[in-house]
């Protein structure tokens, strides 16, 4: 077991040296990046960060307004693309990329398999989106391989549902837009030559986040369909389920479980794609809304991917957590989100709202899946730490990365410009400000700081910038390279309740240990209020770690501050000064001091 840390980047923007930032601003104005910005310095400088993995989010080809009829790919409706620069989750071929990201849009593919030739060079890992659970109201595949056909192209339309349908049906009724979209029109009410015909669809199909009506509502997801795994109308499964025993077997069982039975026709066609980019090279995937898709199909998918590929990367989103250790232990995912407990807890914190004691009760109740739940505190869904709405200084989101990185063996995800302080400020057309858009085309002030017009050093960041993504590199460094992080979590809250007083609900402290490293993880949240703690290492952690009466000096890694840990009758006390927003990464040393025998 071995940590890891994921870089999430929103591709089509990293590269942007722009900084018009007109709402609903095109390509031109506001500036689009392409894959040819992740330069082998790019690149070096990510994987400097501490990064194990990127992950590439917006990669195939999704709706977009820009004209490439050239190229060969048709126009989509306005109507049904959301903000200028289209959703990533409304993919309409999953045989190509987004050509907004290629230099040349006729080798878009050809430019990104390049990129994942450096990342692999720079010794990172890629990961890219797949969306199971919807797809593009409009799909057409122009780089299919051989024997693959389109979604809903053998479909009965006249249907509802037939469990080798792709797509569930609204017979004998047309689609509608959705009303409201005649207050907040496509494009921001810009006219476009497309948008004199209505957009046609007959018969309508089910919207991607399950509405079945002919006319969804605003915010459904009414640019996406859903797909079709074989669960009936009425919730029953058309497909054989997995027994529950499967739940403590490996990938191999679950291959050869589904190897011979027959199964709906949606999932043999999200095999194959997650086949054909593994043999480009991909190294793990990303599943949106992975909740929404039956456990049964992960299982299926899963193992395949891992018969090709043992070492792939595979993450999810699933946000019920009474379904997590399903969606693990049957659905055979790696890593999920750890977003409803963690994330939610940290982020109270934060804002005042919470308190540190919810940690320790997460880290207990997840204890048998904690390698599994991926830890992050910013991502293209969530509010920027930075914005007002939710730290509104980036500063402060420091004690809550200390925790997220160290909490548990389970890797640790930032979102690019997270490490720079970007607050996603913009008014960037259909995206709003608190959140780096997704929809538009826009620059990322702090980020493009770092970027430097393409010399990636760093040199138009201020000073209190610099210092920040210095404290994350050295604390992603060092959780990359510990093995303690992967060793035993030792609880250090409750003992220490009484002690941490006023700011029981701002001050954190943990242990984690191995063989070959003890490690003493503390902060504080409060950005107002100091406190000197005695912290106590109970016994117990003392006896466990083999530490003999006396002295021990503790660095911490992230100052290169040195404290002095004090073991009397077994009992230890290491004299801390919380300051406001203090992060400590702990590493005991060498005795000494040893006690005299009495």
């Given at each position: 077991?071995?940590?890891?840390?994921?870089?999430?980047?929103?591709?089509?923007?990293?590269?942007?040296?722009?900084?018009?930032?007109?709402?609903?601003?095109?390509?031109?104005?506001?500036?689009?990046?392409?894959?040819?910005?992740?330069?082998?310095?790019?690149?070096?400088?990510?994987?400097?960060?501490?990064?194990?993995?990127?992950?590439?989010?917006?990669?195939?080809?999704?709706?977009?307004?820009?004209?490439?009829?050239?190229?060969?790919?048709?126009?989509?409706?306005?109507?049904?693309?959301?903000?200028?620069?289209?959703?990533?989750?409304?993919?309409?071929?999953?045989?190509?990329?987004?050509?907004?990201?290629?230099?040349?849009?006729?080798?878009?593919?050809?430019?990104?398999?390049?990129?994942?030739?450096?990342?692999?060079?720079?010794?990172?890992?890629?990961?890219?989106?797949?969306?199971?659970?919807?797809i593009a109201r409009v799909y057409k595949g122009l780089n299919n391989p051989?024997?693959?056909?389109?979604?809903?192209?053998?479909?009965?339309?006249?249907?509802?549902?037939?469990?080798?349908?792709?797509?569930?049906?609204?017979?004998?009724?047309?689609?509608?837009?959705?009303?409201?979209?005649?207050?907040?029109?496509?494009?921001?009410?810009?006219?476009?030559?497309?948008?004199?015909?209505?957009?046609?669809?007959?018969?309508?199909?089910?919207?991607?986040?399950?509405?079945?009506?002919?006319?969804?509502?605003?915010?459904?997801?009414?640019?996406?369909?859903?797909?079709?795994?074989?669960?009936?109308?009425?919730?029953?499964?058309?497909?054989?389920?997995?027994?529950?025993?499967?739940?403590?077997?490996?990938?191999?069982?679950?291959?050869?479980?589904?190897?011979?039975?027959?199964?709906?026709?949606?999932?043999?066609?999200?095999?194959?794609?997650?086949?054909?980019?593994?043999?480009?090279?991909?190294?793990?995937?990303?599943?949106?809304?992975?909740?929404?898709?039956?456990?049964?199909?992960?299982?299926?998918?899963?193992?395949?991917?891992?018969?090709?590929?043992?070492?792939?990367?595979?993450?999810?989103?699933?946000?019920?957590?009474?379904?997590?250790?399903?969606?693990?232990?049957?659905?055979?995912?790696?890593?999920?989100?750890?977003?409803?407990?963690?994330?939610?807890?940290?982020?109270?914190?934060?804002?005042?709202?919470?308190?540190?004691?919810?940690?320790?009760?997460?880290?207990?109740?997840?204890?048998?899946?904690?390698?599994?739940?991926?830890?992050?505190?910013?991502?293209?869904?969530?509010?920027?730490?930075?914005?007002?709405?939710?730290?509104?200084?980036?500063?402060?989101?420091?004690?809550?990365?200390?925790?997220?990185?160290?909490?548990?063996?389970?890797?640790?995800?930032?979102?690019?410009?997270?490490?720079?302080?970007?607050?996603?400020?913009?008014?960037?057309?259909?995206?709003?400000?608190?959140?780096?858009?997704?929809?538009?085309?826009?620059?990322?002030?702090?980020?493009?700081?770092?970027?430097?017009?393409?010399?990636?050093?760093?040199?138009?960041?201020?000073?209190?910038?610099?210092?920040?993504?210095?404290?994350?590199?050295?604390?992603?460094?060092?959780?990359?390279?510990?093995?303690?992080?992967?060793?035993?979590?030792?609880?250090?809250?409750?003992?220490?309740?009484?002690?941490f007083g006023e700011l029981k609900d701002q001050l954190y402290a943990f242990?984690?240990?191995?063989?070959?490293?003890?490690?003493?993880?503390?902060?504080?949240?409060?950005?107002?209020?100091?406190?000197?703690?005695?912290?106590?290492?109970?016994?117990?952690?003392?006896?466990?770690?083999?530490?003999?009466?006396?002295?021990?000096?503790?660095?911490?890694?992230?100052?290169?501050?040195?404290?002095?840990?004090?073991?009397?009758?077994?009992?230890?006390?290491?004299?801390?000064?919380?300051?406001?927003?203090?992060?400590?990464?702990?590493?005991?040393?060498?005795?000494?001091?040893?006690?005299?025998?009495?």
């Amino acid at each position: 077991m071995k940590k890891q840390n994921i870089y999430q980047v929103f591709t089509r923007l990293f590269g942007n040296t722009q900084n018009c930032n007109a709402p609903w601003g095109t390509a031109e104005q506001n500036g689009v990046g392409k894959f040819s910005d992740f330069t082998h310095k790019a690149l070096n400088e990510i994987r400097a960060l501490g990064i194990s993995h990127i992950w590439y989010t917006g990669i195939p080809h999704h709706a977009v307004v820009n004209d490439y009829s050239k190229f060969g790919i048709d126009n989509d409706h306005p109507s049904i693309v959301k903000g200028r620069a289209g959703s990533p989750y409304a993919v309409k071929d999953y045989y190509s990329v987004n050509p907004d990201l290629a230099d040349d849009p006729s080798r878009r593919n050809q430019e990104f398999y390049a990129l994942i030739n450096r990342t692999h060079d720079a010794g990172m890992k890629v990961i890219i989106d797949i969306v199971p659970n919807h797809i593009a109201r409009v799909y057409k595949g122009l780089n299919n391989p051989e024997g693959v056909t389109d979604f809903g192209c053998s479909d009965n339309a006249s249907l509802e549902y037939h469990r080798d349908n792709n797509f569930y049906y609204i017979p004998n009724q047309a689609f509608q837009l959705p009303d409201v979209l005649a207050e907040n029109p496509p494009l921001g009410g810009e006219s476009h030559p497309l948008l004199q015909e209505a957009y046609n669809e007959y018969p309508a199909k089910w919207t991607g986040n399950g509405s079945r009506l002919a006319k969804p509502n605003f915010d459904d997801w009414y640019e996406t369909v859903k797909v079709n795994y074989g669960v009936k109308p009425d919730g029953s499964y058309d497909f054989d389920r997995l027994p529950d025993e499967y739940r403590h077997k490996d990938h191999q069982a679950h291959f050869e479980f589904w190897l011979n039975r027959d199964v709906p026709n949606s999932w043999t066609k999200f095999r194959d794609i997650a086949l054909f980019w593994t043999k480009q090279g991909v190294d793990g995937f990303r599943y949106d809304m992975a909740e929404m898709v039956p456990v049964e199909f992960w299982s299926y998918m899963n193992a395949w991917i891992k018969h090709h590929n043992p070492n792939a990367f595979l993450m999810a989103e699933v946000y019920q957590p009474e379904l997590y250790r399903d969606y693990i232990q049957l659905g055979k995912m790696d890593y999920l989100y750890d977003k409803v407990d963690l994330y939610d807890s940290l982020k109270a914190v934060i804002q005042g709202k919470g308190s540190t004691s919810e940690i320790g009760r997460i880290q207990h109740e997840l204890n048998d899946i904690e390698h599994h739940m991926l830890h992050f505190l910013d991502n293209h869904d969530e509010q920027r730490v930075a914005s007002p709405e939710f730290a509104g200084n980036a500063e402060k989101g420091k004690p809550a990365m200390l925790i997220s990185a160290c909490l548990s063996s389970s890797p640790t995800m930032i979102y690019f410009g997270q490490e720079v302080g970007e607050p996603g400020a913009e008014m960037a057309g259909f995206g709003q400000p608190s959140r780096t858009s997704i929809f538009d085309y826009i620059g990322v002030p702090h980020h493009q700081r770092w970027m430097n017009q393409g010399a990636f050093d760093g040199g138009q960041l201020s000073e209190d910038e610099k210092e920040l993504r210095d404290f994350y590199q050295k604390l992603l460094n060092l959780a990359l390279n510990s093995s303690a992080l992967c060793g035993d979590y030792h609880d250090l809250y409750a003992t220490n309740y009484q002690n941490f007083g006023e700011l029981k609900d701002q001050l954190y402290a943990f242990a984690r240990s191995s063989v070959s490293e003890k490690l003493i993880i503390a902060s504080n949240f409060s950005d107002d209020d100091s406190k000197s703690v005695n912290l106590v290492i109970p016994a117990s952690l003392t006896t466990e770690w083999n530490l003999v009466d006396g002295e021990y000096e503790v660095v911490d890694q992230l100052s290169q501050t040195v404290f002095t840990l004090t073991i009397n009758n077994g009992a230890g006390i290491l004299p801390i000064h919380f300051t406001p927003l203090a992060s400590f990464y702990l590493s005991l040393g060498e005795l000494i001091n040893k006690e005299q025998s009495r």
